[in-house]
């Protein structure tokens, strides 16, 4: 299982770096340089590139990601669920997608299945195609003890393309394509601020 929440969390950071980084500063240079080492498999000095581009551009969203997935892979899980979250707070809406998702794989790992429904539910409000994260969401669900939770999440999961979750229910369910899925539940709206009125 740890496998899988890794190679789906690569995956996605991957995928990011298809993106253009075109900047031709110290900070795109520090960051090239962590990612060649990363790719060697020298986690450590890719986490200290990955630094030194975060220290010369705060606000590297692809620096925090790829430092967020050497900080895992070296199962640093406190320094990762940092990273991401910086990803979120820096990044445009297609790094925040995988931040949340990554944040919430994390939290899945260390058995903070409770934190890890509203990150995975975050990613899905931002991209509501992506499977994995429902898969995920539902394996959350399902330690929290949300069985009816979880089998929504994972058919809608199986109906975007996530062979986990298609395979689980084949076994379980399986007339699971003859159900409807459950919608997916919005996020829950902050209450509305109260305006009080000092009297003069």
């Known amino acids: 299982m740890k496998r899988i929440l890794y190679s789906l969390s690569a995956a996605a950071a991957f995928m990011l770096l298809t993106l253009s980084i075109t900047m031709a ?9 962590g990612f060649e080492k990363h790719k060697r498999g020298d ?14 551009n705060p606000a590297f969203a692809m620096a925090y990601q790829m430092r967020g997935i050497a900080q895992q892979q070296l199962k640093k899980y406190a320094e990762a669920i940092n990273d991401y979250s910086m990803v979120i707070s820096t990044g445009e809406p297609s790094f925040k997608v995988v931040g949340f998702y990554n944040r919430g794989v994390v939290k899945n790992m260390t058995g903070d299945f409770a934190g890890a429904i509203p990150d995975f539910s975050q990613a899905i409000e931002l991209d509501k195609k992506m499977g994995a994260a429902f898969f995920h969401r539902g394996i959350a669900k399902s330690k929290t003890g949300d069985l009816d939770g979880r089998l929504g999440d994972f058919q809608q999961a199986a109906l975007l393309g996530e062979i986990n979750a298609e395979r689980w229910l084949n ?16 996020l829950p709206q902050p209450p509305a601020p109260t305006i009080t009125v000092n009297p003069s």
């Open 171 to 186: 076994t379980y369910y399986p007339d699971w394509k003859q159900s409807k899925p459950a919608t997916p539940e919005p």
């Open 43 to 56: 986690l450590l000095s890719a986490v200290q590139n990955y630094s030194s581009a975060i220290e010369e």
């Open 25 to 33: 500063d110290s900070a795109s240079n520090s960051f090239n340089l």
